[in-house]
Structures are given as C-alpha cells and as structure tokens.
C-alpha cells in the first residue's frame, strides 16, 4: 500500500467536494473551500494506492498553525488514515516554523476527539453552541498541542 499527500490546488477542490460533503452534516462550500488554498493556507489530499481518500486543510499564522478541516471519505475510515493526516499537518505546520497548534471539533465527534487526545492535544476552552447541528447547535471544543 502506498501512502501519498499532495498539495491541493484549485484544480483539485472539485473532485474533494464529495469527501467534504460525505464527512460533514454542514459542509464547507465549494466557494469557502476554494477560499482556503494558498497564501497562509496549506492543504493536502491523501491517497491509498492512488485514490483519493481525505484531505486537511491548514492556516499558519506567525507561528500558530491552525487545522481548519481534516476528512476522510467513510469508504477508507477506520484504517488509521485521519491519524496518518493528522501527523502529516503536525510535521508541515512544524516545518513552516509552528510553535502552536489549535483544531476545534464538534464536542459529540468522540472518535476525532480521542485521535486528537491521543496526538497530544488538550482542551483549552469550549464554544458554546458553536456548530449547527441537525436539532440546534451543538458545542465545539477548542484544542491546542505544544510543539517542542
């Protein structure tokens, strides 16, 4: 099996729209999406043996490095991919001169909170009612990793 992160470009946000659409009950827009390549961004798609199974989407500011959205499409979840994303983003937020980390994640999203427990990430604060959810709003839990 070969593992493979590419750089998104523009060219790419079209065929990651239907992984985005498939791993979030509110999805980014194609128009957001396409806002989040380049400049202080960096984004990577991941691929199995040539197909595309998820991508992550960073900002870098100074030296904080945000992620904005991390997927995997449902096909490939659960093979320890979003774990192996998740490493990539720390290793090239670290590289482009990170000192700090932050995510935020849907406080019922447990399988995603204990991936980013488990790289090291800790609660720092929580967002009230933050995320749309099917029957209201639903709190977002904001998380930060030291690098060393």
């Known amino acids: 099996m070969t593992l493979k992160f590419t750089a998104i470009t523009q060219d790419d946000v079209s065929q990651l729209m239907p992984i985005e659409n498939a791993c979030h009950s509110h999805p980014w827009s194609e128009k957001t999406f396409r806002s989040c390549i380049g400049g202080r961004y960096f984004s990577y798609y991941v691929t199995l043996d040539d197909k595309i199974c998820g991508f992550y989407v960073a900002e870098i500011v100074l030296d904080e490095a945000t992620l904005m959205d991390i997927c995997i499409s449902p096909d ?13 983003f720390v290793s090239k937020a ?43 709003y639903e709190d977002a839990i904001v998380m930060q990793k030291k690098l060393a």
């Open 76 to 88: 490939f979840q659960g093979q320890g991919l979003g774990k192996k994303a998740l490493n990539d």
């Open 94 to 136: 670290q590289a482009l001169g990170a000192n700090t980390l932050f995510l935020e994640v849907r406080a019922k999203n447990i399988s995603a909170l204990m991936m980013y427990i488990n790289a090291g990430f800790v609660e720092i604060a929580r967002r009230t009612g933050y995320y749309p959810s099917e029957i209201g």
